[in-house]
């Protein structure tokens, strides 16, 4: 569990936290730290939970400072807007009642309004790793927080972006949820209709122990959504097909001369490619970058103009955010329905593109910037970081960012799977496969990533198998696994103990295992798929003689069943093991 790595108890963990704050200052991380005796009554109410039964057990985290936290002075991060709400947040609730602990509220672009961290009274929250760079917002605090490791988990809001940007920026996961399955009542609007609550932490697994948690229905909260069993716990680790995922076309991303970005996502889709085992599809991103003007050139300024009317003076706001609500003051009613329109319109569009494809995969960021350079051209800058991030909720679809990678200046770089709406624990599954396969150092503090097993391996109901001929992907007898529901695992090796025969009708490999005493064995290439147990049984019915199943050493020591050839049907067999698979040996016997 989200737990499971901790030492000690509660109350040393948060003596842990409170010895590290001060050396964290120069983050601009806090807007309010809970006191000691505040803390220590939350650690109390633990002792009447059973651990077993509260997933959330003594686990510390920070909350935006646009959600309330009961008797915690909610501020927006603007000081004349503050007010102590009698009641937490329905979200906030939920936390606590699975046991886990708040310590502060953190930093945010003011009215949850930016893509950068600098937007603060409280100062510019900088980045977790390089203090130089912008920590991205508006969750700014929020994300530095779980990155220096001063929490395990926390709470943001996102509504354009803000949710996403600062995890790529601070190399930690960002959830964006579909909207309405975490209930907004108890946040301070941003856009009430497209308004979000995000959660940060350092894994995937995390991210989801607490979306379970929190995705539960709020009568309440009038946007607020059932969420689907096909997206409920049940869900997590369960393969549906074999997945497929799309990139957009080359020519509309972006990279403001990052260099190291193009090469990171580049490299990414490969990954994926590999894990998956497909070619990534390409898709016209342009309806989705059109949809994306619409939330900043289009009337949803106006959203946010009506959250905070009447509640603050414009000299209470800070001189970038007086600019951007003044840019959407003279929208009319009729240029709302016309949006509202024009984005319908672009939804059908963009469905369209995501036709025969699981999710989307795009950079969460094009480039990034350091502080200075922000505050230099703070509207260009800011809208730069929200090309691949605003359009998701504008559009209903769920996102999740996940760390892909650093750049040759030590800096961390991210990609983000974009899904359907109610499709979150499917780009979950996804991501944490690709999580688990980079195994990254988390945050800003290097800690090695826990290795759990990976999503989509031992389900129950499935059985894995390695094939190293003629079922392989792309090859004639492939079908024989995707039709019985069989999905792709991944391409791996054996260990250097085994040989490879083409069989004498030439349509087939023979593998067999050397002695253990003989040298003359070879790693071979093969792949891991999985496939449901009745279908399993119908394909070991259906194969000839001389092959059979058996268990086969893989190169990292694991063993899993696949096929095996008897010894006595390699007589009048090719010897083909230097070849290193079937594929090469196919490739080359064409060429001839």
């Known amino acids: 569990g989200i737990n499971a790595e901790y030492m000690g108890t509660p109350a040393q963990l948060v003596d842990h936290i409170y010895s590290i704050k001060e050396s964290h200052q120069q ?14 009554a939350y650690i109390q109410r633990l002792e009447n939970l059973d651990p077993e039964t509260h997933p959330l057990w003594g686990i510390p985290f920070a909350i935006k400072d646009n959600i309330d936290l ?43 309004t930016g893509l950068v961290g600098v937007r603060s009274p409280y100062g510019e929250c900088r980045n977790s790793i390089d203090p130089k760079y912008i920590s991205g917002g508006s969750s700014s605090g929020s994300a530095v927080a779980v990155a220096r490791g001063l929490v395990t988990f926390s709470l943001g809001t996102d509504t354009a972006g803000s949710g996403r ?46 979306f379970d948690v929190v995705s539960k229905i709020d009568k309440e909260d ?14 997590w680790g369960k393969p549906r097909k074999s997945l497929k995922f799309g990139i957009p076309t080359a020519s509309s991303l972006e990279w403001f001369g990052n260099e190291d970005y193009q090469k990171l996502f580049n490299e990414s889709v490969q990954k994926f490619e590999l894990l998956l085992g497909c070619e990534a599809k390409v898709v016209d991103l342009s309806p989705f970058l059109e949809a994306a003007q619409l939330l900043y050139q289009g009337p949803w300024v106006g959203e946010r103009i009506a959250a905070i009317e009447g509640k ?48 989307l995969l795009v950079p969460t960021v094009g480039t990034h910037y350091t502080i200075e350079e922000v505050l230099a051209d703070p509207i260009q800058k800011n809208s730069n970081l929200g090309i691949y991030t605003n359009f998701m909720n504008l559009l209903d679809y769920s996102g999740l960012a ?38 990254l150092p988390l945050g800003a503090i290097g800690c090695a990533l826990p290795i759990h097993d990976i999503p989509y391996e031992n389900n129950q109901g499935y059985v894995n198998i390695v094939v190293c001929g003629a079922h392989m992907t792309g090859l004639p007898l492939n079908h024989q696994l995707t039709s019985r529901g069989g999905y792709f695992l991944e391409k791996t090796t054996t260990s250097p103990k085994y040989r490879m025969h083409a069989l004498p009708d030439g349509l087939r490999p023979g593998v067999v295992r050397v002695l253990e005493k003989d040298t003359n064995g070879q790693s071979l290439e093969v792949e891991i798929w999985s496939v449901p147990v009745d279908g399993f049984g119908s394909i070991v019915a259906g194969i000839p003689p001389p092959l059979g199943i058996s268990r086969v050493e893989l190169s990292d020591g694991r063993w899993e069943s696949g096929f095996i050839c008897e010894p006595y ?24």
Request: contains cysteine; proline residues 5%; charged residues 20%.
């Open 27 to 40: 983050y601009n991380i806090w807007t309010h730290f809970l006191n000691r005796k505040d803390v220590n």
């Open 70 to 112: 009961a008797g915690v002075p909610t501020t927006a991060a603007c000081t004349a807007f503050s007010y102590v709400p009698s009641r937490s947040s329905y979200v906030v609730d939920l936390l606590l009642s699975a046991g886990a602990i708040p310590v502060g509220k953190t930093n945010l672009d003011q009215f949850a």
């Open 165 to 210: 940007v600062p995890a790529a920026f601070n190399n930690i996961v960002g959830l964006k949820p579909t909207k309405g399955l975490l209930s907004t009542s108890g946040v301070v609007p941003a856009c009430r209709s497209l308004d979000v609550v995000s959660i940060f932490a350092n894994t995937v697994d995390d991210a989801n122990t607490i």
């Open 222 to 235: 009038d946007y607020s959504r059932p969420n689907p069993i096909s997206n409920s716990l049940s869900a």
């Open 312 to 359: 603050v003076n414009d000299a209470d706001l800070l001189p970038v955010l007086r600019s951007i609500l003044k840019s959407g003051a003279d929208k009319t009613a009729v240029d709302c329905f016309k949006a509202q329109y024009k984005l319908q319109h672009l939804k059908e569009i963009a469905d369209d593109q995501l036709e025969g494809i699981d999710f």
């Open 402 to 439: 996940v760390p892909a990678g650093f750049t040759s200046k030590c800096m961390p770089f991210g990609i983000t799977l974009v899904g359907r709406a109610f499709e979150d624990k499917l780009i979950m599954n996804a991501g944490r496969l690709f999580q688990q396969s980079l195994n």
């Open 569 to 592: 049907g390699l007589e009048g067999a090719i010897d083909i093991t230097h070849y290193g698979g079937w594929r090469n040996y196919i490739a080359n016997k064409e060429k001839k």
